[in-house]
């Protein structure tokens, strides 16, 4: 029972192509869509960065945990941060080693990514020990897109200087908020007063990228004090800025008073009124929407992050890190002890075993380990690029998976085209402005309907 | 055993004052069970019963007791139902007995169903001895209860002062059996005559018919005619439970135990049906039982529709155990293919509904609950309508009629001004009050069936504390002003929805459906019109505003599995819901009419 769409003309290809939106936002800016262009005039099948990979690389530890966070992070375990680098560069090695191309050479890799917890916490030397072994073990680009993520609460200028003559050309700071209540509320350890100062020294430190994240949608929250944060974070002009709403996830204290009735989060209208009101502020100054909770100026769209967006290849290490490989997604051992005693067995295992004779994956601690069918991998595919403003290459994903998008998909979405949550525009299929609201009822339409099994 | 020396009584009380404990006592006291192998209240078997603390099957036990007198008696013990749901099965129990012991609580005194169940014991012409249980109870008042005792009819001392739960009088219940029961008055020579009190399903011996043998014997291998049904077998086995069943050779006038009839279906073997020899048939039958009669009726439909042939097993096999339900196939533009229903009332409902998502493990959606309305038609049909969905269109109809009942209500007297005000908001007429003492009064009304099924008894409950009891009996059938409520999801009737009410409640109802339904549909991805109608006139009307916010906001550091499974999880949570057209409706939505009143 397909219902006739925009998307129909989609389903034999037309012999001429459309020229490329020069607007057009692509993971490499700018050059896959040359890379793209080559290979369609070439006749052939396959996106080029389905070669490469990005980088995550976890460090799990804060100084305090905040009341809404359910990241793997801990507090109180910074005794361990030599130890847990010294495996995070075994492990570094290891993924080299095992994912090198057909012919030994090391691997394409387009980004790194220090996530956390709060990967501030390192040493500069720490980072730059891990930087150089990408470097050894990858073939990491010149101009590779490396960020860091903070705490503003943790960071001095002198520190900033070295991370960024470490190599770190990105920062990315979890501000949150600019109101001192919900920072207080929300258990995070720095003041409105130290991400100014945090902001301005990371400019001293010659970071001329920089992405501040603020959650939205908190209990007690209004429509006004989320307007000033907004404004306050638009004055300080950073490049870059991701703007949450909050999600009350299982397990964290948040979670706990909310099931008892202590807090209430805003309803999800005044939560759409804050989304809505953060598209009209931001673009007013001068951002780019670029993603669901992402906006950036023109050139500083986290090229990480399109990474996922695009659901290419990402190798993720690190205590709980996941990552996407070979058809395959995995997580590492969540706890930092457990993680560090798997690397090692592995490690030392492994120089005296055949690697190929073990799980296609580079990583090193895996304890969760799924291959991802045809399937899957589609509407995986469509459910992440349909996040991107620009929304989801027809033709790219034709080539990918050898079939239409339409033929797939047409027949499940006729509710969610007649709410008018999706349109097409050229090669482009994307949410409607209601639509990017709407995500999951588009989302869930996508995935196959027996859940996979796990 | 000689039938000088048989009793055989049972045990009759308003719910919770200690029948079942009692029972336990008398097993114990006999010997027929020891304390160790008392399973807690060993009469009460299905799981629901005990969860519930009521008795919802009759269950019959055979006790040998040596009396004061140094004779050794069979006491055969009946239990019976305590609902008044189930008072149709009690005086089916009644039936098999010349006794009953009242129980009265020493700290609640007489309440509704003790005064119903008394009138059913004095119909069915049995003894009756009156014990006051619980006497160990800081607050149990036994003179000021003996009296209450003595103002229903009974002799003041005749009545056993027990404790059941301490043993207490325990021998004074089984002497007082002894004494005043008298012994059944069958004759052994006569042809067979065996009543059915009531029946279950055994996978091996098929249907096991509880009977008390009225006249002649009854051994294994007789053939045996079901005077009714006409149907005959062979008997596979006779006994007796003690508790669980026993073989014995043969079974003789004035005993209770059960019949192993090799039956594979309980249509053949009835309950109130009489058991006799084929070879030598009793010329006339016993006075049976009225079919019982269901009151309730309510739609039962699988959530999903695959499930259809499931369901349809599974009601076919509780029927097997429970004569009393019954059911034809409905279908309905809203929910598909199902069941409707009917039951003796809202509890055995609600037990019904329990048993097949307990033991059949079946995702069910049960319909708001209706009752049987008389519909003479312009051209002369009389109809019977369980189904608002079915009722003729007003321009056919000469009349209606609905069910009204007779209903008593024990209670303290600083309630009765806010019983007064329910029972009138739900178009109650008052006959009667009557003192008991000074503080307590006992309330009778008339009431129509289709206000008493929708959450009175729960308020009756909570306007009074908990301290009214309630109890009801069919009175006639009476013409009413009544119209069919209809509810519009996005324009479209929802027939599962609809409900027959009294037109002056109409507007008022159709608001407060309307509200409440705007409460539970969830918002969708447009905006949901939802309109009451009474024929073609909209009286209520409210907008479940489309859907504004759905979204993850975040990647969780590339953990798109997390993502995935967040979206199964919804997905899952939808399948939950039941589409109408377009529009996806809870469950709770149908029933959605119990919780509208007086909130």
């Known amino acids: 029972m397909a219902q006739p769409s925009p998307l129909a003309q989609y389903v034999t290809p037309p012999s001429e192509r459309l020229p490329a939106d020069p607007q057009r936002l692509d993971a490499e800016a700018g050059r896959t869509d040359v890379d793209a262009q080559a290979v369609d005039q070439a006749g052939e099948t396959s996106d080029p960065l389905l070669d490469t990979i990005s980088l995550y690389l976890h460090i799990p530890f804060c100084h305090a945990k905040c009341h809404y966070c359910d990241f793997n992070s801990y507090a109180g375990m910074l005794g361990l941060r030599e130890r847990y680098v010294d495996a995070l560069l075994a492990e570094i090695a290891l993924a080299g080693r095992r994912s090198r191309l057909p012919d030994g050479a090391p691997r394409r890799c387009r980004t790194i990514f220090f996530g956390g917890g709060t990967p501030s916490l390192l040493t500069s030397a720490q980072v730059r020990a891990l930087l150089d072994a990408a470097r050894t073990h990858f073939a990491l680009d010149a101009d590779a897109e490396i960020t860091l993520e903070a705490n503003p609460g943790t960071l001095e200028y002198g520190h900033l200087d070295e991370l960024r003559a470490a190599g770190v050309n990105r920062l990315s700071m979890g501000a949150q908020s600019f109101d001192p209540a919900l920072l207080k509320w929300m258990g995070r350890i720095h003041t409105p007063r130290e991400i100014e100062t945090a902001f301005a020294a990371a400019r001293a430190a010659g970071f001329d990228s920089v992405n501040l994240d603020f959650i939205y949608a908190l209990p007690g929250q ?17 490049e870059h800025l991701s703007l949450y709403s909050l999600i009350v996830e299982e397990g964290t204290p948040l979670y706990t008073w909310v099931s008892q009735g202590r807090v209430r989060p805003p309803d999800d209208d005044l939560a759409a009124d804050m989304y809505e009101l953060a598209e009209a502020r931001m673009a007013a100054a001068g951002y780019r929407h670029y993603e669901v909770s992402n906006w950036a100026r023109p050139g500083h769209e986290c090229r990480h992050n399109l990474t996922y967006w695009r659901n290419l290849p990402y190798i993720g290490l690190g205590a709980g890190a996941h990552g996407w490989y070979t058809g395959h997604r995995y997580a590492e051992a969540r ?20 690697e190929h004779t073990e799980l296609p994956l580079p990583a090193g601690a895996v304890v969760d380990d799924e291959a991802i069918p045809r399937e899957l991998e589609m509407a995986e595919t469509a459910m992440v690029e349909l996040r991107l403003v620009e929304g989801l290459r027809l033709r790219a994903f034709a080539r990918r998976f050898h079939t239409d998008f339409q033929t797939v998909f047409g027949a499940r979405l006729g509710e969610v085209w007649s709410a008018g949550l999706l349109e097409v525009e050229g090669d482009m299929l994307r949410l409607t402005d209601r639509g990017r609201l709407l995500g999951n009822e588009v989302f869930a339409r996508l995935l196959p309907d027996t859940p996979a099994l796990s | 055993m000689d039938q000088s020396h048989i009793r055989n009584f049972c045990i009759i009380a308003h719910i919770d004052h200690g029948k079942s404990t009692l029972a336990d006592r008398l097993l114990e006291y006999t010997g027929t069970i020891s304390k160790r192998e008392m399973a807690e209240q060993i009469l009460d078997q299905m799981d629901l019963e005990r969860e519930k603390g009521i008795t919802i099957k009759a269950q019959a036990v055979r006790m040998r007791y040596t009396a004061r007198d140094g004779r050794e008696y069979e006491l055969n013990l009946i239990d019976t139902p305590g609902h008044v749901d189930f008072s149709y099965e009690v005086s089916r129990s009644l039936a098999a007995c010349e006794g009953a012991i009242l129980v009265v609580d020493a ?7 003790t005064l119903a169940n008394l009138y059913l014991a004095v119909e069915a012409d049995l003894a009756i ?30 009545i056993v002062l027990a404790s059941a739960k301490e043993g207490i009088g325990t021998q004074d219940v089984l002497e007082a059996v002894v004494k005043y029961v008298p012994p059944p ?36 291998g007789d053939r045996i005619e079901m005077m009714q049904t006409d149907s005959r077998t062979e008997v596979l086995e006779v006994g007796y439970f003690s508790p669980t069943l026993v073989a014995a050779g043969t079974l003789s ?7 192993a009839t090799g039956f594979k279906n309980v249509k053949d073997c009835q309950v109130g049906d009489t058991v006799t020899l084929a070879a030598t048939p009793a010329p006339e039958a016993l006075l049976g039982y009225r079919p019982a009669k269901p009151m309730v009726f309510a739609g039962i439909f699988p959530v999903e529709g695959d499930d259809y042939p499931l369901l349809r097993d599974a009601l076919d096999r509780l029927k097997l155990n429970d004569a009393s339900l019954v059911y034809e196939p409905e279908n309905s533009v809203a929910l598909g293919f199902g069941f409707r229903c009917g039951f ?8 019904i509904q329990e048993r097949l998502e307990r033991e059949y493990n079946l995702d069910i959606l049960m319909t708001a609950p209706s009752v049987e309305y008389r519909v003479l038609k312009t051209n002369g049909e009389e109809l019977f309508i369980h189904n608002p969905a079915e009722l003729p ?19 303290p007297a600083r309630y009765i001004g806010t019983i007064m005000e329910l029972v009138t908001a739900r178009r109650g007429a008052f006959r009667d009050m009557e003192y008991l003492e000074e503080d307590r009064v006992h309330l009778t009304y008339r009431m129509p069936l289709g206000e008493l099924i929708v959450d009175f008894y729960d308020q009756l409950k909570s306007r009074t504390q908990g301290y009214a009891s309630l109890d009801y009996s069919f009175h006639a059938y009476e013409e009413a002003d009544l119209v069919k409520l209809d509810l519009l999801v996005n324009g479209q009737s929802v027939d599962a929805l609809s409900l027959i009410t009294h037109r002056d409640k109409a507007q008022r109802q159709g608001r407060l459906l309307a509200e409440r339904l705007k409460e539970l549909i969830p918002r969708q991805l447009f905006e949901v019109p939802i309109q009451a109608a009474v024929g073609s006139h909209i009286i209520a009307r409210e907008t479940v505003r489309a859907m504004r916010k759905n979204v993850l906001a975040k990647c969780y550091g590339g953990d798109i599995t997390r993502k995935r499974k967040l979206l199964e999880k919804q997905k899952e949570g939808k399948k939950r819901l039941k589409r109408v057209g377009s529009v996806e409706i809870p469950q709770e939505a149908f029933m959605a009419m119990l919780s509208l009143e007086e909130e």
């Open chain 2, 107 to 113: 700290t609640q005194g007489v309440e509704a169903q």
């Open chain 2, 185 to 220: 008055k069958g004759a052994g020579e006569m042809p067979l005559r065996a009543l059915v009190f009531d029946s279950k399903y055994d996978a091996y011996k098929g249907v096991i018919a509880y009977v008390r043998i009225v006249d002649g014997a009854i051994s294994r």
């Open chain 2, 253 to 259: 006038a004035g005993e209770v135990g059960y019949i």
């Open chain 2, 129 to 158: 001895i009156p014990v006051i249980n619980k006497i160990d109870l800081a607050s149990a008042d036994p003179e000021k209860v003996a009296t209450e005792i003595y103002h229903i009819g009974l002799p003041r001392d005749e």
């Open chain 1, 335 to 354: 706890p930092i002890r457990e993680y560090i005693a798997r690397v090692t067995a592995t490690t030392d295992a492994s120089t005296s075993l055949d």
């Open chain 2, 344 to 351: 003796l009332g809202l509890l055995h409902m609600e037990i």
């Open chain 1, 222 to 238: 209004s429509l006004d004090t989320w307007q000033r944060t907004l404004d306050h974070a638009a004055a300080l002009a950073p």
């Open chain 2, 393 to 411: 269109a007003v321009t056919q109809m000469a009349k209606i009629e609905e069910p009204i009942m007779d209903i008593s209500i024990f209670t």
